[in-house]
Nanobody, 118 residues
Framework: QVRLIESGGGLVQAGDSLKLTCTAS????????MGWYRQAPENERELVAE???????FFGDSVEGRFTISRDEDGTMMYLLMNSLQPEDTADYYC????????????WGQGTAVTVSS
């Protein structure tokens, strides 16, 4: 199993920056792709950004150019640097990690809340 804990959420103003951290523990050697998702009230969970074990990144259209995703080489830490935050970025942000060869599964953290005031 893989356990994920998010941290770094909070209340900020529009235009501010915030950095989220995802800390993985357990069978972290199996982790391939990691990603950040978010869910606003009454909305479906959506992909924010993801990063492969090789460092390839993908961003959702709404955050492209504003957010940066990164991870440590050992896969135990992942980060999301969010710049130029807007009220529409308000949501609960979730860390996700996927294992494909052993301990196969898609693992989720409990989420961290980000609120952006106008």
């Amino acid at each position: 199993q893989v356990r994920l804990i998010e941290s770094g959420g909070g209340l900020v103003q529009a235009g501010d920056s915030l950095k989220l951290t995802c800390t993985a523990s357990g069978h972290t050697a199996c982790i391939s792709t990691m990603g950040w998702y978010r869910q606003a009230p009454e909305n479906e969970r959506e992909l924010v950004a993801e990063i492969t074990k090789g460092g390839e990144t993908f961003f959702g259209d709404s955050v492209e150019g504003r957010f940066t995703i990164s991870r440590d080489e050992d896969g135990t830490m992942m980060y999301l640097l969010m710049n130029s935050l807007q009220p529409e970025d308000t949501a609960d942000y979730y860390c996700n990690a996927r294992c494909y060869t052993e301990h196969v599964g898609s693992y989720w953290g409990q989420g961290t809340a980000v609120t952006v005031s106008s």
